[in-house]
Structure formats: structure tokens, C-alpha cells
């Protein structure tokens, strides 16, 4: 999962794509990048997080009216500075890219473009994006480019390049691009402001960019949509290649920030919904908790919703370090471990001789929930009782979240009983996937990691593919 951002306008936007990456740095650390364009394509990108990555930069040197930008963490490829977004080409046009997502066909996508004598020069999926884009948009007549090749062109993308994606990219001197994979998994999100110079576009993965950016959103994109933006800044949309719409309900559960906004639903809201729809499943458990407590911060609000709705009170029960990053998106088991030691510290008086319901996101690994559990029992807990807010993660996620292995996953072979015991927890409680689905009935999600249900269709042949890739790049 990364976070992209692009802006088109009639005014210098370098800051503003910054600003809006650095509201996007939970969505990845392992590195930063931005390309503007005015007459010339201008990037600078590198490995580590935004501040680190435009440290002392002279802005000056990137100006530019329209750009993109990116914040990553590699699901497949390298850790490394050459991988990070964006990409560019120098024919046609000119191309700059960036993407969200992950190309589960990479393999047979490379030799393709391999046997079209183009090199693909890193183990960045979004390259492959762009050559199949470049290759297609370079068959067309260039001279007197139409909207209708640039659509034919994406729909030609959309049916060679598979998986979930989305999207963004400046054609130089023709225009400003935006599109979604045909199944709608990763999110986009348009949005405009009114300046002194006229209307400006924007795109993002996440509302709450837009709230910082003062910026009055539009709308989702749909499904294998793609919004293009012509030299006289006039907006053409269309749906292309659309097919079963799954959105990644990740994104509600764990990844997105709690004030973002994805197809009117406020991602605290949902939330707070899902602690409720705990209540049946702790009620049926049979435990008695004293208090409940939730793993700062993505845990809060299912916590403080399950609390509300049975009656138990909550307690902030964990300190967190607000330096130390996310241990999900760590590059490796053992850096997570590090990581999860120094960013939680239990608050002595309050788990001391309680039974305590510990409320988290979600249970992938184990690697959070066994320390915190023997950390709130070393400090005086009675009993403790995990509960995860989203059903048992047990198939890989092959969409662009960092859980392609399956060996890994600490459900894909245990019942709750044993996860029990692996965890030193007295009990474990899920959120039901029937419950999860019912709270969505209305909007169609992608719950693969829980159902094993790949709305684009998988087969084992690539599903160990893209183990071994994410093997060979050494972040397990």
C-alpha cells in the first residue's frame, strides 16, 4: 500500500504536493518522491520519509504546474532508492507515473515488454504500468492526439495489466490523467479549489490530504474509471474496463487515517460500527472483562465502540511512542519485533489486577498482540482477552498489503483455541466475516485476505509466484 497525490493547475504546486505526501506518510515509509513539469520534467525522489527525503531541498528547482507525488512501502520489489516513484519515459511525449497498488501478472507483463525490446530497469511494478502505457499510447497517431486514444489507451492498460492499481499521469503538454484497475480495489479521490489563477485539480489516496490542501472534494473515481484533463483544463470522464467492484476494506479497518472520507463513509464511523458489531461475539465468549483497552492508534475508536455498546468501561491502557513508525509496514519479522518493543508501554495503574480486553485492528502475524499480551501481564494484568476488530486474516493479500506470505499469518493453519495459546491470551475473539460483509451489503468490498475470494481470480501458479518475489526481495 503507498499514497499518491497529484495536482493540475495553473500555479506552482511543488509545496503543495509535499505538504499533501506528508499527510500521506503513514501509508509508507521506505520512501518519498515528486515529479513536477513545466516545459520539463523535474523529480526528486529518494529512500525514507518525506522530511528526510526533501530536507534542505531548493524548491526553486522543482516548480511546476502541474506534478505528482508518492509515498511508499514495497509489498514487492526493493527497499531501495531507484525504486521509488515516480517513473518517467521521454517518448511519447514524455510520461511521469505514480501508482497505488500491485500488478499480480508482473512475470508475464516483464517478458512481454522485455520481447518489445523495453528494459525494465527495477523490480517497481509501477514501471511496468508505464511501459505497457507508453507502448500502447505510441501507436496512436501523436501528431493529433485525441481523448478517445488516451481512453483507448488506459482500456488497453486495464486489460493487460492486472491486479489493483491506481493510477496517476502527467503526458507532457497534452494533459494530466487519473485511473482505476477494473475492479475499483485501491482508492482515488478528485477533488478542486478555486485560486487566483483559475480552477486547480486534484488527486489523491485520501481525503484527509485534501482537508490540509484546502481543497472541496468531488468524488471517488468508480471502478476502471479514468478522468483526463486536457490543455485547456477541460475534464473528460468515462468508465472503461469495469468488472466486479471490490473495494479494499482494509483501508476502513487499518490503513486509511480515522478523518478520511472513502464513498461517504467516515473511516472513524466505520469503525466504531465494527467495535459495536463485536459485542455479540465478546457477549458469546463468555469473559468478563473489568476494563477494555485499545493498541494506539488505528484501535480506538473499535474500542471505545464496543465499550459504548456492552456497557464495559474504556480505558487508554498503552502508551505509544508517537516517533516510532507503524510495525505493519516494517520491512522485516525482526525490525517489526524492534519496533514493537520501543512504540508500547502499558500504564501500570490502570492494567494492574484487571482483566482486560485488549481491542486491536487485526491479528496478521501475532508478532504485536504476543508482546503486548505478556508486557500487560508482566505489569499486573489478571487475565487478558485479544479481540481483533476484523475477522482471522488467513489467505495472502495480493493487492498491494504486506501480507503475501501465508506461512506468516498466524490463522492460516489455527483455530482460535490454539491462537489462544500461541499469544499466552486466555481467549481471542474475531469479528465475524458474515458480520463484516452484512455491515457492507451496499458498497462491495474485497475481502480476500479473509475469505480467499480474489476478485480478479488467482491461481496457485501466481500466487507462489508472488511469495517467492516477495521472499526474494528480503522484507520477511
Do not use: W
Amino acid at each position: 500500500m503507498c499514497g499518491i497525490i497529484g495536482i493540475n493547475s495553473n500555479q506552482n504546486i511543488s509545496s503543495e504536493i509535499i505538504h499533501g505526501l506528508t499527510a500521506m506518510q503513514h501509508r509508507g515509509q521506505d520512501s518519498a518522491g515528486i515529479v513536477t513539469f513545466d516545459g520539463n520534467f523535474k523529480i526528486k525522489k529518494g529512500a525514507g520519509q518525506v522530511s528526510s527525503v526533501f530536507h534542505n531541498v531548493d524548491m526553486d528547482k522543482l516548480k511546476g504546474n502541474c506534478g505528482l507525488g508518492h509515498v511508499r512501502y514495497a509489498t514487492i520489489g526493493s527497499t531501495e532508492a531507484i525504486d521509488a516513484q515516480p517513473f518517467s519515459v521521454n517518448y511519447p511525449f514524455g510520461l511521469a507515473m505514480v501508482h497505488n497498488g500491485n500488478v499480480i501478472n508482473f512475470n508475464s507483463l516483464r517478458k512481454k515488454l522485455n520481447r518489445e525490446k523495453r528494459l525494465i530497469d527495477t523490480s517497481n511494478d509501477v514501471e511496468l504500468i508505464l511501459y505497457a502505457f507508453a507502448a500502447s499510447l505510441e501507436k496512436k497517431d501523436i501528431h493529433k492526439i485525441s481523448v478517445d486514444d488516451i481512453f483507448e489507451t488506459v482500456e488497453e492498460v486495464q486489460n493487460s495489466v492486472k491486479g489493483a492499481y491506481s493510477v496517476l499521469t502527467i503526458i507532457a503538454n497534452q494533459g494530466f490523467l487519473a485511473f482505476t484497475d477494473s475492479h475499483g480495489i485501491r482508492p482515488l479521490i478528485m477533488a478542486k479549489k478555486e485560486t487566483e489563477n483559475g480552477l486547480t485539480y486534484a488527486f489523491a489516496s485520501e481525503t484527509s490530504v485534501f482537508d490540509y490542501l484546502g481543497y472541496e472534494v468531488m468524488r471517488d473515481l468508480e471502478a476502471g474509471e479514468a478522468v483526463y484533463i486536457d490543455k485547456d483544463n477541460k475534464i473528460h470522464s468515462k468508465i472503461l474496463k469495469q468488472e466486479k467492484k471490490a473495494f479494499c476494506v482494509f483501508e476502513y479497518i487499518y490503513f486509511a487515517r480515522e478523518d478520511s472520507i472513502f464513498h461517504n463513509r467516515l473511516v472513524a464511523s466505520e469503525r466504531v460500527k465494527m467495535g459495536k458489531r463485536l459485542s455479540e461475539n465478546l457477549e458469546k465468549s463468555g469473559v468478563k472483562p473489568d476494563i477494555i483497552i485499545d493498541v494506539p492508534n488505528s484501535a480506538y475508536f473499535f474500542a471505545s465502540g464496543l465499550a459504548e455498546k456492552v456497557g464495559i468501561p474504556y480505558r487508554r491502557g498503552l502508551a505509544k511512542n508517537r516517533f516510532i513508525g507503524r510495525s505493519f509496514i516494517t520491512p522485516n519479522q525482526k525490525e517489526r519485533e524492534s519496533v514493537v518493543k520501543q512504540k508500547l508501554n502499558p500504564i501500570k495503574d490502570i492494567v494492574k489486577n484487571h482483566k482486560i480486553a485488549v481491542v486491536d485492528d487485526s491479528i496478521v502475524r501475532g508478532t504485536t498482540s504476543r508482546h503486548l499480551i505478556n508486557l500487560l501481564k508482566k505489569y499486573g494484568a489478571k487475565e487478558v482477552y485479544f479481540i481483533s476488530a476484523s475477522p482471522p486474516v488467513k489467505y495472502p493479500c495480493i493487492y498491494g498489503i504486506d501480507m503475501s506470505v501465508k506461512k506468516e499469518m498466524i490463522a492460516s493453519d489455527k483455530n482460535n483455541s490454539q491462537i489462544a495459546k500461541s499469544l499466552n491470551a486466555e481467549s481471542v475473539i474475531y469479528q465475524s466475516l458474515e458480520d463484516l460483509q452484512d455491515m457492507y451489503s451496499d458498497l462491495p468490498i474485497c475481502d480476500a485476505c479473509f475469505s480467499g475470494n480474489y476478485p480478479t481470480g488467482i491461481s496457485e501458479d501466481v500466487l507462489e509466484q508472488i511469495e517467492a518475489e516477495k521472499l526474494k526481495s528480503n522484507r520477511v
